[in-house]
Structure formats: structure tokens, C-alpha cells
């Protein structure tokens, strides 16, 4: 598994630990499939920690190692619940 810096500086913005992330991801489901991104396929995954925070992950899927590209706890207004949007809709 590999953390993207962008990733990184958004765990520290938001005060997420890697643990939180790995029990995050231990529980994820997969919410928006991005396979044909100009990037390289990735998704976008909900999963919650063990005290119960949900986090949102961007992360590879055609890669042999697992990268995180960003993680953050989905919040209004461009997010209404974990697991709908707000307002207007932008693929990662």
C-alpha cells in the first residue's frame, strides 16, 4: 500500500490516522467506480472506523499495489450523508 502526499496532507488537514484508514477500508464499500479516469482506474469506497467515523477513500484498482489517493471524513455541503452528494455532482 502506498499514501499519495495529497493524501497524506489531507489526513493530517482532518486529523485521520493511518489506522483509521486501514479500519476504514477493512469495511468499505465502493461508491463511485471511476475505471476509465485519464489517471488510471480508482474508486471512490465508504468505509467506517471502529469507533464508527465514516471516511471516504480514493484509491487504485488496477494497480498490484493498493494507493490511497485521498481520504477525508464527507461533509456538507458537498456531502449530505456519507453516502449522497450535495449540490453538484464532480467525479474526483
Same mark, same amino acid.
Not at 488537514?13 to 480508482?42: K, M
Not at 493498493?66 to 455541503?77: C, D, Q, S, W
Given at each position: 500500500?502506498?499514501?499519495? !502526499?495529497?493524501?497524506?496532507?489531507?489526513?493530517?488537514?482532518? =486529523?485521520? $490516522?493511518?489506522?483509521?484508514?486501514?479500519?476504514?477500508? =477493512?469495511?468499505?464499500?465502493? @461508491?463511485?467506480?471511476?475505471?476509465?479516469?485519464?489517471?488510471?482506474?480508482?474508486? @471512490?469506497? !465508504? =468505509?467506517? $472506523?471502529?469507533?464508527?467515523?465514516?471516511?471516504?477513500?480514493?484509491?487504485?484498482?488496477?494497480? /498490484? $499495489? !493498493?494507493?490511497?489517493? $485521498?481520504?477525508?471524513? /464527507?461533509?456538507? /455541503?458537498?456531502?449530505?450523508? /456519507?453516502?449522497?452528494? =450535495?449540490?453538484?455532482?464532480?467525479?474526483?
Amino acid at each position: 500500500m502506498r499514501v499519495t !502526499l495529497h493524501a497524506h496532507q489531507e489526513m493530517l488537514d482532518e =486529523g485521520i $490516522t493511518l489506522d483509521e484508514v486501514l479500519q476504514a477500508l =477493512g469495511s468499505a464499500e465502493v @461508491l463511485e467506480d471511476y475505471s476509465e479516469h485519464r489517471r488510471g482506474a480508482c474508486c @471512490l469506497a !465508504l =468505509g467506517f $472506523t471502529q469507533a464508527g467515523r465514516p471516511l471516504h477513500v480514493v484509491c487504485t484498482t488496477a494497480q /498490484p $499495489t !493498493l494507493i490511497i489517493i $485521498t481520504v477525508y471524513e /464527507p461533509r456538507a /455541503p458537498k456531502w449530505v450523508s /456519507p453516502t449522497a452528494r =450535495g449540490g453538484g455532482h464532480h467525479a474526483v
